[in-house]
């Protein structure tokens, strides 16, 4: 049936062949209707009988040949039902039917059936390839994880934070309840804020608060040519050590700050200077940077790319994705600016998925002039760009040239024609943002940019300063690396690890370069510099903790557990700043929301849907899909696991006393176990992209009636 639908598909190439082909009244066409749905209604009969006894469960259906009116009657419980009505027209399956949900006698609904369409049920673009059966497959999943079927039923209930954005979206419109979200965003973040910050009461060290009020001082103070140039005594108290974007983004800062308390930032003479007011306008400062840039971003991206997605399911998403626990702490209670290094690397992610590689490479360009730990993104980004420009080649040449009679030369010229200008285009406004940025350092006397360098790469610190997760203080625990090689020796095989790390991401990249494989890319090569790289801190968790939060449907088995060990890694940095009452309060909060969200939508298999998921010719495949689907099911083994593991750690943190042998015991502890955590979600990561690099499916450029169709059902 569909090998006859695709000829007649084939003899028209206009945009309105639906209209010309399928509501013609041909014979013939009439003939091939009626067989496919012949087809189609056995199917659906066969289904009905196959799923007898499940809830809710599809009792009957009917179907009118004349009005083409199709009705589905599922059973909720003994006595109650529902029913959802389809219109096929003549133009299905190639345009979708539409859909109209009815409710039945004591049937509670959370929200308005009328705001219901199919996308919402399907949570997939409308294809072809998708019939009766798939429709009535779906509308059941529907009722069970969005409807209150049974009172007390587990399989049909809904977590608290949906049934409050269910309210909510009934009390308010979009641009109110967007209001309501930035507002309560803004009241978490001043309420982590009550809180110390690093280095509090503590002279002369003090820590990173009192690093950017120094740092404003310099900025409003002095020319940008002096920034860096501070004598070895004034680079111990506070020197910048961050590139020059960051720079300017504290003398804008500064500037305002100087005009609301002018004694706070005296040259030399503010030093240390602390109270309650400048506390609250320098934390407005990193509230205003997150709502801005970070959550703004959070929003735009999930509004974008998950469009399917239900309303309070967008919203507990938003909600979770832009309140990244770790990122909370470390900014708002550590007190720090990386909410706006991750928020312009989350954008240009948004710009380079919509292939505006120009304006993502930009927005790269401003995060890693603002703090150079954005180097973490850099390999995903340089190689998936190059890569999707050469993809992109042949879909330009095809919109150019739509005849198929040119010569495999004249295309290879072309492509690389294209590519050569595209890359050299944007490779020209990278480097022009660069020596604008760095320009008063270029063009100065002396060597400050070298200076500058010498800043921002501070290799004469040694491999890592505190203890963290990653590798090097792993192997410290057996094998003393610093007393067998050198700094620059370390510097090198550190280098070379991460390389290797990332290899794999690169490789698959090149396989199959789309948005989930780029999202995964990011993750996996920002891990690899986190656990491999020189001279990490354990505040750098938060880059690969950003990709992590953006596949929260991928990762949502792991979600909750790297989450949390993200914070626990980071426990002792925030005690030290008297932020241990917030630590616990966001701790406690991930884990009942997050898991109380991602438990309902947690991905199950049975004996024959496994068997079939790992039925490959590969082995080395088959082991890898048997290991996805094991940790799946173990999902609630996982998180119960962690969550008694960090309570007990706490306990005995709190009552044991560590030997005068081993004052660090716990940090120790801490350390291995979220340095464990970390290497699982990497590995899973990678396997999770080998399996989409099996997978060739490139969304066409220029959506045409034919190739969509095409690209929907190879997706299917």
């Known amino acids: 049936v569909h090998g006859d639908y695709t000829k007649q598909v084939m003899a028209h190439s206009n945009d309105n062949l639906h209209e010309r082909v399928f509501s013609t009244d041909s014979p013939e066409a009439a003939k091939i209707k009626e067989k496919r749905m012949e087809i189609e209604l056995t199917k659906l009969n066969a289904y009905v009988e196959k799923n007898e006894g499940s809830v809710p469960s599809l009792r009957r259906f009917d179907y009118d040949s004349n009005t ?15 029913v959802i009505h389809l219109d096929l027209k003549d133009s299905y399956p190639f345009l979708p039917p539409k859909i109209r949900l009815e409710p039945k006698k004591t049937f509670i609904s959370p929200y308005e059936m009328q705001d219901i369409t199919l996308d919402d049920i399907l949570e997939e673009q409308w294809g072809p390839c998708i019939n009766l059966c798939n429709i009535a497959e779906k509308c059941g999943e529907f009722l069970k994880r969005f409807l209150f079927c049974m009172k007390g039923s587990k399989e049909a209930s809904i977590s608290s934070m949906q049934k409050f954005f269910m309210f909510v979206k009934k009390q308010n419109t979009p641009a109110t309840n967007f209001l309501f979200f930035i507002s ?110 970070y959550v703004s971003g959070m929003v735009v991206f999930i509004y974008q790319f998950c469009k399917n997605l239900e309303f309070s399911h967008k919203w507990c998403y938003i909600a979770i994705a832009a309140n990244m626990p770790c990122l909370l702490l470390i900014d708002h ?35 890693l002039n603002f703090k150079q730990m954005s180097l973490y993104y850099s390999i995903a980004f340089f190689f998936f760009i190059i890569v999707r420009i050469a993809k992109d080649s042949k879909d330009v040449y095809r919109s150019f040239m739509p005849s198929q009679n040119e010569s495999r030369t004249i295309i290879k010229v072309f492509q690389y024609l294209y590519c050569v200008l595209k890359i050299g285009g944007l490779a020209a406004i990278v480097i022009g943002i660069q020596v604008a940025l760095w320009l008063p350092y270029i063009v100065n006397e002396g060597s400050i940019w070298k200076l500058v360098l010498q800043r921002i790469f501070p290799v004469q610190r040694g491999l890592y300063e505190d203890k963290v997760a990653n590798f090097w203080c792993f192997v410290n625990n057996f094998v003393k690396m610093r007393n067998i090689f050198s700094q620059k020796s370390l510097a090198i095989i550190s280098a070379l690890l991460t390389i290797a790390g990332s290899l794999p991401s690169i490789w698959m990249i090149f396989k199959n370069p789309n948005n989930k494989t780029f999202i995964l890319s990011v993750f996996n090569v ?96 088959a082991l890898i899909k048997k290991i996805i689907i094991s940790i799946k099911r173990r999902y609630t083994l996982i998180y119960i696991g962690t969550v008694v593991f960090i309570t007990v750690f706490h306990l005995l943190e709190a009552i044991i006393t560590p030997p005068a042998r081993l004052p660090d015991l716990f940090l120790v502890l801490n350390v291995n176990a979220s340095f464990a955590v970390f290497v699982v979600a990497w590995i899973y990561s990678n396997m999770l992209m080998y399996i989409l690099s099996l997978i060739h499916i490139s969304e066409p450029t220029r959506r045409y009636a034919i190739s969509y169709a095409v690209f929907c059902l190879k997706k299917k």
């Open 68 to 82: 083409k009116a199709l009705t589905y009657i599922y059973s909720i419980g003994e006595s109650e039902e529902f």
């Open 184 to 293: 309560v965003a803004i009241l978490l973040r001043y309420a982590i804020g009550l809180a110390g910050y690093s280095g509090i009461n503590n002279p002369p060290e003090y820590g990173d608060y009192e690093v950017h009020r120094h740092w404003m001082e310099l900025g409003v103070n002095l020319p940008p040519s002096q920034w860096y140039q501070e004598s070895e005594q004034e680079y111990a108290y506070k020197g910048v050590d961050y590139p020059p974007f960051c720079m300017y983004v504290h003398y804008i800062m500064g500037l305002v700050l100087k005009f609301l308390l002018p004694q706070a930032f005296e040259l030399n003479t503010s030093r240390g200077f602390e109270s309650e007011y400048l506390k609250f306008i320098m934390r407005s400062t990193v509230v205003l940077f997150d709502v801005c840039i």
């Open 333 to 367: 209670g550590h007190f720090h600016y990386n909410c706006v290094m991750l928020g312009l690397c989350l954008w240009g992610i948004i710009f380079i998925l919509n292939r505006h590689y120009t304006t993502g490479a930009i927005f790269y360009c401003l995060a």
């Open 526 to 621: 920002s891990m690899s510099f986190f656990l491999f790289s020189y001279m990490v801190h354990e505040k750098s968790i938060l880059l690969p903790l950003l990709p992590f939060s953006l596949l929260f449907y991928t990762y949502k088995h792991l979600y909750t557990t790297v989450m949390l060990f993200g914070l626990f890694s980071n426990f002792f940095l925030l005690r030290r700043d008297l932020c241990t009452v917030p630590y616990f309060a966001i701790l406690i909060l991930t884990a009942i929301v997050s898991y109380s969200y991602e438990s309902n939508y947690i991905a199950t298999f049975n004996k024959e849907e496994a068997a079939e998921y790992t039925r490959s010719t590969n082995w080395f495949e």
